[in-house]
């Protein structure tokens, strides 16, 4: 299975930007899809994640103002970010997990990672 993400950028305080990650593979073994993130000198947080039943979870930083979608017929998900902040600037990699986690903020929890895309959010 490979992850691509991709529709990051840089973008004004108060803008939007919509993020990708096209799953190719063995797409019949993934069922959840999950967004994290990582700014400078920080960790890895979770950002967004959908399970096989359709459930959503959101960092309660984003609730509100970000979007997680899944299109099972293009093996896509998508991440709609509205109202950003400098405070979202970070590399957001989307994941795989073969079954729900369990932990849905866990890295260990994913089997699969995509290579990152860059957002900026300039004040």
């Known amino acids: 299975v490979q992850l691509q993400a991709s529709g990051g950028g840089l973008v004004q305080a108060g803008g939007s930007l919509r993020l990708s990650c096209s799953v190719s593979?063995?797409?019949?073994?993934?069922?959840?899809m999950s967004w994290h993130r990582q700014a400078p000198g920080k960790q890895r947080e979770g950002v967004s994640s959908?399970?096989?039943?359709?459930?959503?979870y959101y960092a309660d930083v984003v609730r509100g103002r970000f979007a997680i979608s899944r299109d099972s017929a293009e093996n896509t998900v998508y991440l709609h970010m509205n109202g950003l902040k400098p405070e979202d600037t970070a590399v957001y990699y989307c994941?795989?997990?073969?079954?729900?986690?369990?932990?849905?903020?866990?890295?260990?929890?994913?089997?699969?990672w995509g290579q990152g895309t860059l957002v900026t959010v300039s004040s």
């Open positions: 593979g063995i797409t019949f073994s993934v069922q959840a």
């Open positions: 994941a795989a997990a073969r079954q729900d986690p369990r932990l849905v903020w866990a890295t260990y929890e994913y089997d699969y």
């Open positions: 959908v399970y096989r039943n359709w459930r959503t």
